[in-house]
C-alpha cells in the first residue's frame, strides 16, 4: 500500500495500480527500457493491473517479461471497460495510468490518474481526464516509490 495526504484533496490510500500497456508501457509491441524493474520494485507495495487490447498482438511477450498476465479489452467500448475495471478494483484504492483515448474514463474513475507522455502521442480527453502528467512512465512509477512527489505536485 502506498499512503499520503494531499492537502486540499485528502487522504490516499493506494493498493492497486492499473496501467495500460501499449503506448504507456511499450512502444510498438516492445516493452520499453526500464519498465521491468520499475515495475517489479513496486510489486511489494501495490497490486499491478495490465489492461490491453493487444494492438500489436505481442502482449504474450510482454506478460512473459513482467511476470504478470494483462487483462484484455475487447474492441468496442473500450474506454468503459477500462472504467469499470477500476471501479471493480474499488476505485478510492486505484490509481491509474495511461495515455491514450481508451484511457481518459480509466484516470477519471481512479483515486488518482496520472496521464504518461508517450512517442505515440497523448490523446488530449486523457490529458485532461489525468490529476497528474509525468514526463515518460519511469517518471510515473518512480512517483510511487516517492509520493511526496504527488504530493507537492497536487497540494492546493
Known sequence: MVKFIIPGRGSYELEHLVMDVNGT??????LMDGVA?????????L?????T????????AIDQQLGLTAARIMPGGESLQKAEY?????SEKVAAIGQGANDAQMLEA????????????????TLFAADLIAPDILSALE???NPLRI??????
Open 25 to 30: 508501457l511499450a512502444v510498438d509491441g516492445q
Open 37 to 45: 524493474g520499475k515495475i517489479a520494485s513496486l510489486r511489494d507495495k
Open 47 to 51: 497490486t499491478i493491473h495490465l489492461l
Open 53 to 60: 487490447a493487444d494492438t500489436h498482438g505481442k502482449q504474450a
Open 86 to 90: 477500476v471501479r471493480g478494483l474499488g
Open 110 to 125: 481512479a483515486h488518482l490518474g496520472i496521464c504518461v507522455m508517450s512517442v505515440e502521442g497523448v490523446a488530449k480527453e
Open 143 to 145: 512517483l510511487f516509490e
Open 151 to 156: 504530493v507537492a505536485s497536487l497540494r492546493r
